[in-house]
């Protein structure tokens, strides 16, 4: 994905955000269902460089279609996983 996107993604490893789009808020983690697609996350990815997440779920940028993407700006926390 790094490569089709053209993406700069940190090392972080990130297990959710809470974040606002489209004037609703969002609580995302990776292994829970997306409120709005009903699908898995599988991974939260973030572009420091342009400052862009990706929420990553099977039909969402890991088998087909593109990641949703959410700006920086628009992200009230984030949650790294224990290492």
């Given at each position: 994905?790094?490569?089709?996107?053209?993406?700069a993604?940190?090392?972080?490893?990130?297990?959710?955000?809470?974040?606002?789009?489209?004037?609703?808020?969002?609580?995302?983690?990776?292994?829970?269902?997306?409120?709005?697609?009903?699908?898995?996350?599988?991974?939260?990815?973030?572009?420091?460089?342009?400052?862009i997440?990706?929420?990553?779920?099977?039909?969402?940028g890991?088998?087909?279609?593109?990641?949703?993407?959410?700006?920086?700006?628009?992200?009230?926390?984030?949650?790294?996983?224990?290492?």
């Open positions: 994905m790094t490569s089709e996107l053209g993406a993604l940190t090392d972080r490893k990130i297990f959710g955000l809470t974040y606002s789009q489209d004037d609703q808020e969002y609580r995302v983690e990776v292994g829970e269902c997306h409120p709005a697609t009903g699908e898995i996350v599988d991974v939260i990815l973030h572009d420091e460089s342009i400052g997440y990706y929420l990553c779920m099977r039909s969402y890991v088998v087909r279609g593109h990641p949703i993407m959410v700006n920086t700006a628009s992200v009230k926390s984030v949650e790294l996983f224990d290492d």
